[in-house]
């Protein structure tokens, strides 16, 4: 029996391998073979994370195809399904959160030299109005890129990362 939906759900994103899934699996359906080898994983190991995934409600089965003799699911990752979790527990947060800062560093072995690219941090104080447009913003960035992403290596396409963590803070 699985967990709550917001805790699991939390828990579940705070993987790295399961955070490159997700990205993966926004732009095409993969089984779990497909996604261990695009990932350099193991089939074994994936399948694994598709499960749990899956269970935690943020992939959806696509198809069931079959691959010599046996049934092979393909899932896919509707961005909008992560919208459901959340927790009122701070270490669940900040788990994800170090999770997709690791996630962040290991993109950025990989961030190509010379071309534009956008990077901002910030701790200040806005007011209200301003706070929800920066947030609709970042909401509209990331339905953008997702509606967007295409299978790896489509003709057209390049490798981009973004990663945005946005939160309003308790007073001091």
């Known amino acids: 029996m699985s967990e709550s939906p917001s805790l699991d759900g939390l828990r579940v994103l705070a993987h790295p ?3 490159r899934i ?7 359906a993969m089984s779990a073979a497909e996604a261990a ?3 350099g994983e193991t089939q074994a190991n994936i399948s694994y994370h598709l499960r749990r995934l899956h269970e935690a409600g943020l992939l959806d089965v696509v198809e069931e195809i079959r691959i010599r003799g046996g049934m092979a699911k393909r899932y896919r990752h509707d961005p909008e399904s992560g919208m459901r979790f959340g927790s009122k527990n701070p270490q669940d947060e900040q788990l994800l959160a170090a999770t997709m800062a690791e996630e962040l560093k290991r993109r950025s072995e990989s961030r190509a030299v010379g071309p534009r690219g956008s990077m901002t941090d910030a701790e200040m104080w806005v007011d209200r109005e301003t706070w929800e447009q920066a947030l609709e913003h970042a909401r509209e960035l990331s339905r953008l890129l997702h509606a967007a992403a295409r299978p790896p290596r489509t003709r057209g396409t390049i490798p981009v990362s973004a990663t945005v963590s946005m939160f309003e803070m308790t007073k001091p």
């Open 17 to 19: 391998v399961r955070l």
């Open 22 to 28: 997700l990205s993966l699996l926004t732009g095409a």
């Open 37 to 39: 080898r695009e990932l």
